[in-house]
């Protein structure tokens, strides 16, 4: 009965302290994609989820699903899902902290984002020059991210 109870836990993603599954995977991606950055690095991730919410009428939950051909938009995700990723994370005492930047940058329509990455809509590591990054300069550069207002995406 209890490896029953496990193989269960493992596949069903629970509700962790009460936040919905939007929250957990969103948060689980900025810890993906920028937990080496501490707040302010998750944050701008955030912002950048939060720009492409509203720019394409879509949920946090949307943004951070999509994915072209085998490729998703956010890299943590690639060979894995977002089921694991939240696993992942959700252990780790960081985790509540994402939690509640999602909470206050990504959902809450009320708060203000606190503009680190001036409306930015991409990012990537300031070292590398994707092919979409071509002739853009950085609005921002936080950490070890570079930040892009892309017009067209």
């Not at 596949?11 to 920028?34: H, I, N, S």
């Not at 694991?84 to 959902?107: D, Y």
């Not at 070292?127 to 017009?151: C, D, N």
Request: aromatic fraction near 10%.
């Amino acid at each position: 009965m209890r490896w029953l109870l496990t193989l269960f836990l493992i596949g069903v993603p629970l509700t962790f302290l009460g936040q919905t599954y939007e929250q957990q995977a969103v948060a689980a991606v900025l810890m993906g994609e920028a937990w080496s950055e501490g707040v302010l690095g998750m944050t701008a991730v955030a912002e950048v989820i939060r720009q492409r919410a509203v720019e394409k009428s879509r949920t946090p939950l949307e943004i951070v699903s999509a994915h072209r051909g085998r490729f998703h938009a956010f890299s943590c995700l690639n060979g894995t899902t977002l089921d694991l990723l939240i696993a992942k994370f959700s252990p780790e005492p960081s985790f509540r902290l994402a939690l509640e930047i999602v909470q206050k940058t990504c959902l809450d329509s009320n708060e203000e984002s606190p503009g680190l990455t001036k409306a930015a809509t991409h990012y990537t590591l300031a070292t590398e020059r994707p092919y979409w990054a071509e002739g853009q300069h950085p609005v921002a550069i936080i950490g070890r991210h570079a930040f892009y207002k892309l017009k067209h995406y």
